[in-house]
Structure formats: structure tokens, C-alpha cells
T-cell receptor
């Protein structure tokens, strides 16, 4: 059983640029969630995708957007990068439902200079 | 809205000491509760979970009991090892609505010395 994978591992971007992060969900999982983890903090929910549609969003502006594909993999796009976007971005996959645990990938470390 | 409050760290223990990390929550409905662990430079790993009141989750010697009356889910281990050094996150999953996002506490850094 393949776990959740994310790419790239690390990324350095300049303020104002755009970035795309990718996530492959664990086999059999139909739901993908994205989280932002600033240094020394707990992960913050960005949004969740189920059946290729956004299903709930946290307190993040519209320049954070995403996609889910028919194979349940997902992308997170961030436009007009700001210095505060520097963080570890975590993808988690699960089955749909609150009782099901979410399995996390290793994350993408984004640095905005 | 939902929230999780967990014990401020860092926590430093000697090997074989008893560990407790407190976690309390605020949520509507009947959330599921989780403990995740994050080792340096890595993503989060699920440690244990409980989905209803009085459930006890356990894994690798760690335990936590879902206490609805005190809205708590404290993590315990009877004898910690150096390899348990990591950041521990308490989290809850909403019981319904439009999504099942996880709400996390701020994390507790545990250091175990030999």
C-alpha cells in the first residue's frame, strides 16, 4: 500500500510569484485535505477536496486554490506569494467522514524570499 | 467554532519516566479525537484515535481516553524512551457539516534524555 506522497520536497520562490504543490493520495482514499504549518505551530486547515470539488475552506484568501483529479491526487496553487506564506504545506488523504483518520504526506517546505 | 488546547511545552523527561500531555477541546456535536506525532523534519504520523465517548485509543505504549464529561483526551505513556522525542499534536475532527477538517492544538515538544 503506497502512502501519501508530495512534491517537491523543498521550494524557494520570490514574493509575487506563483507556486504549485502536488499530492498523491493513499490508495483507496477519496478525500484530500491541505494544511499550512508555520514554524512552531500546529497545522492550519486550508481546504478539503472530495469528488473533485472543494468541500470547505479555512481562513485563507482566494489566492490559495486547489484541484482534485479523478485519480484523487491533488494540487495546491498559491498566487502572488507573500513572505508569510513560508511554511510547511501538508497534504492528507482519507476516506470521507469525520471518524476516519487522515494520513499525512511528508510535506513541502516553501520558502518565500 | 472548534478548538483544541494542549499543554504548553517543552516537556523534558528522563528515560522510563511517566508521560502525560494534557489536551482539552471545544466542539459542537460529537467529534472524533486524534493524537499525531511529528518527528524532526517529517510530516505528521497518526499515533492513536478515539471516535466516541469512553473509547480508549492506544498504540506503541501510548494511551488516551475520550472523556466527554471533561472534554479531554490526555495522552499518557508509562515509560518513555529516547526515541519518543518528538512534537505531539492533539486534534479533533468535526462530526458533520460540509467537511471533516482537523483542528489541531499548538503542539507539545517532548524531549527524552537517556
Amino acid at each position: 500500500e503506497t502512502g501519501v506522497t508530495q512534491s517537491p520536497t523543498h521550494l524557494i520562490k520570490t514574493r509575487g510569484q506563483q507556486v504549485t504543490l502536488r499530492c498523491s493520495s493513499q490508495s483507496g482514499h477519496n478525500t484530500v485535505s491541505w494544511y499550512q504549518q508555520a514554524l512552531g505551530q500546529g497545522p492550519q486547515f486550508i481546504f478539503q477536496y472530495y469528488r473533485e470539488e472543494e468541500n470547505g475552506r479555512g481562513n485563507f484568501p482566494p489566492r490559495f486554490s486547489g484541484l482534485q483529479f479523478p485519480n484523487y491526487s491533488s494540487e495546491l496553487n498559491v498566487n502572488a506569494l507573500e513572505l508569510d506564506d513560508s511554511a510547511l504545506y501538508l497534504c492528507a488523504s482519507s476516506l470521507w467522514g469525520g471518524a476516519y483518520e487522515q494520513y499525512f504526506g511528508p510535506g513541502t517546505r516553501l520558502t518565500v524570499t | 467554532g472548534n478548538s483544541v488546547t494542549q499543554m504548553e511545552g517543552p516537556v523534558t523527561l528522563s528515560e522510563e519516566a511517566f508521560l502525560t500531555i494534557n489536551c482539552t477541546y471545544t466542539a459542537t456535536g460529537y467529534p472524533s479525537l486524534f493524537w499525531y506525532v511529528q518527528y524532526p523534519g517529517e510530516g505528521l504520523q497518526l499515533l492513536l484515535k478515539a471516535t466516541k465517548a469512553d473509547d480508549k485509543g492506544s498504540n506503541k505504549g501510548f494511551e488516551a481516553t475520550y472523556r466527554k464529561e471533561t472534554t479531554s483526551f490526555h495522552l499518557e505513556k508509562g515509560s518513555v524512551q529516547v526515541s519518543d522525542s518528538a512534537v505531539y499534536f492533539c486534534a479533533l475532527s468535526s462530526s458533520g457539516g460540509s467537511n471533516y477538517k482537523l483542528t489541531f492544538g499548538k503542539g507539545t515538544l517532548l524531549t527524552v534524555n537517556p
